[in-house]
């Protein structure tokens, strides 16, 4: 069940509107949007990145750094059910990749600046 008028959940949403656009105009292949998998797991967006490897992309998004960066949410556990979830999408597409891999973008609101957004990218973080 969606959170309609859920402020995090609709920071979420914004947050990877914004990481998917950004990728596609840096010359990735948007392939999919929460992709879920039978038995648990989501991917927040999975694409194919300019080389051709198969990412699944982990948005972590703040609207301030209070509550810490994006990037301190990603545990293991959260890292395997994500790498299962790409896995089980890699099986079921018929899109050619020369491998998988998961990236983070941590995402926050460029102070002052409506609609714009601090973008960094920590590519694969299953390592």
Known sequence: ???LGD???DL???????VGSWLTETGWRLLGRRVRKPGGGEVDL??????????GIEVR???TGRAGIGTESIDARR???TAHTLAA???GTAVRHRGLRI???????????DGRWRLRRIPNIGA
Do not use: C, N, Q, Y
């Open 7 to 9: 402020p995090r959940h």
């Open 46 to 55: 999975v694409a194919l990145d300019p080389d051709g490897v198969l990412v």
């Open 12 to 18: 979420g949403i914004a947050a990877e509107r914004a």
């Open 79 to 81: 890292t395997a059910r």
């Open 1 to 3: 069940m969606d959170k």
């Open 89 to 91: 999408f890699a099986a």
């Open 103 to 113: 990236d983070l973008v941590s995402v926050m609101p460029e102070p002052g600046a």
């Open 61 to 63: 998004a703040r609207h």
